[in-house]
């Protein structure tokens, strides 16, 4: 190959790369324009109209409804999801005195049978935990129940024990015997749950007591949800029952006046 047709062919394959980096650069930008355009398809098919729709800010006023308020009061006769209450008995602790009646009897009568039948139970309270007597929507005047809303079983017991644990402990200590860390610091000391009193008092009076308060008490029904508030009540009768009633307590308790229905509920 002669000296001129080299330098020819390197001129050609000079041509050749330079040709070679104007395509890639005019590539590379019509990339570099077209990357951010898909995105901008991509992104417009995410549509907030629910979120940007026109909306009032609170207790802003309005032209729209006739009262000029623009939040709007609950339907008459609506109930919010979870606070129907249908069962007086679980959220107020109380049955008609008719229906209390009804249920000591069968009560009684299961005591009576126990003995035959080789279930003697050592707590009567705890034997009357299935509720059975008890009726929540009785009429008359009301009284303290006497019996669960429900079956006490041991998965609720564990339940009670560690509510307990946490709200209750502090002031009616672990066993309680009333002598909580807070008491230990100064705080009025509450009754032993041991007290004659307490050991006869009905389960409705404890529900009654966590609901509303007592004494120095304060209510914990925010706190504690109403089955919580049973399951307490139910660890409380466990608590009586590791302590066999001696015959003295039995003529404490004989003793003191009886508690009127009147008397149970509210703040003391």
């Known amino acids: 190959m002669s000296k001129s047709e080299k330098k020819a062919k390197v001129k050609r394959q000079k041509a050749k790369v330079r040709m070679d980096s104007r395509i890639y650069k005019k590539l590379a930008s019509s990339y570099f324009f077209l990357l951010p355009f898909a ?13 940007n729709q026109p909306r009032y800010i609170a207790y802003r006023e309005s032209n729209f409804f006739r009262d ?22 679980l959220y107020t602790g109380k049955v008609s005195v008719a229906n209390q ?14 003995p035959q039948t080789g279930t003697t139970q050592s707590n009567p309270t705890m034997a009357a935990a299935t509720g059975a007597g008890a009726q929540p929507n009785g009429v008359g005047s009301e009284a303290d129940s006497t019996v669960f809303p429900f079956p006490v079983t041991q998965q609720v017991l564990e339940r ?3 509510r307990y644990q946490i709200f209750c402990a502090v002031c009616h200590g672990l ?40 004494g120095a008490m304060p209510s914990y029904a925010q706190q504690i949800p109403a089955t919580d508030r049973w399951a307490i009540i139910a660890y409380i009768r466990a608590l009586q029952a590791t302590r066999p009633q001696t015959a003295t307590d039995t003529q404490g308790a004989a003793s003191l006046p009886q508690q009127q229905p009147a008397q149970t509920g509210g703040q003391r």
């Open 39 to 51: 995105f901008l398809l991509l992104f417009s098919g995410c549509r907030q109209d629910m979120q």
């Open 68 to 89: 000029g308020m623009s939040s709007r009061p609950l339907v008459e006769g609506t109930v919010p999801r979870g606070y129907l209450r249908d069962d007086s008995l």
């Open 101 to 114: 009646q009804g249920a000591s009897q069968n009560r009684q009568a299961a005591e009576n049978a126990a």
């Open 160 to 162: 009670g024990r560690e």
């Open 175 to 214: 066993t309680g015997d009333g002598d909580g860390m807070v008491v230990r610091r100064g705080f009025r000391k509450p009754s032993s749950y041991y007290d004659p009193r307490l050991r006869s008092a009905p389960v409705g009076h404890f529900f009654d007591v966590m609901t509303n308060g007592w």
